[in-house]
């Protein structure tokens, strides 16, 4: 108690009043409280990678049901999901697949949009030139449950390949921490998902 006191004499000294202190202290509360505000707003990832991540489930879905009669993806491409209008209309721009980031989408067999050949059941959708932080934050969000059951891997591309499987080495779900370590400058994100 006594300790209280010598502070309080001495912030009187220092601020003149009670009323200044009152003040002071009302101004550390509100310079705290945005403190967490924004340390909370930060760690929640950006809206358009969110976006992104969105678009990925909404492809998938349109993807199987173009091919649900279907005994396997045979044809699937970049070309055949535009001209199918199989993508989401958001997705399409100026004749091509680009999605929430602005970035190229590739659709088919692999990364390089290969077309998926007779008896394939697996497809990848690709997103090229991503940045550090729009990798890092992508790979990160772990995809919604309906995709999480297809997908067969995650892929960071770069100079290097690092694959994501369920219970591999670099296992699936990524997370934050494995996303900063394999994401460089410019990056493509690789999903292979099952039809």
């Known amino acids: 108690m006594e300790k209280a006191k010598i502070i309080f004499n001495k912030a009187i000294k220092i601020f003149h009043s009670p009323e200044r202190i009152g003040i002071a202290a009302a101004g550390a509360v509100v310079i705290i409280a945005a403190a967490v505000w924004f340390g909370f707003k930060s760690s929640e990832p950006d809206a358009k990678v969110v976006a992104a991540a969105r678009q990925i ?115 699936l779900p990524i997370t934050r921490k494995a996303a900063e370590e394999f994401c460089k400058q410019q990056n493509s994100l690789i999903w292979n998902i099952l039809l």
């Open 57 to 171: 489930s909404l492809l998938t879905d349109n993807v199987r049901k173009f091919y649900r009669n279907r005994p396997d993806a045979w044809g699937l491409n970049t070309q055949s999901v535009l001209k199918n209008a199989i993508a989401p209309q958001e997705m399409v721009q100026n004749g091509k697949l680009v999605n929430a980031l602005g970035k190229e989408t590739i659709v088919g067999a692999d990364a390089d949009g290969m077309t998926v050949m007779p008896g394939g059941r697996n497809f990848v959708i690709a997103f090229r030139d991503l940045t550090y932080e729009e990798c890092v934050e992508l790979a990160a969000l772990a995809p919604d449950e309906k995709t999480a059951l297809s997908l067969t891997s995650e892929t960071i591309a770069n100079a290097t390949e690092t694959m994501f499987v369920w219970g591999g080495e670099h296992p």
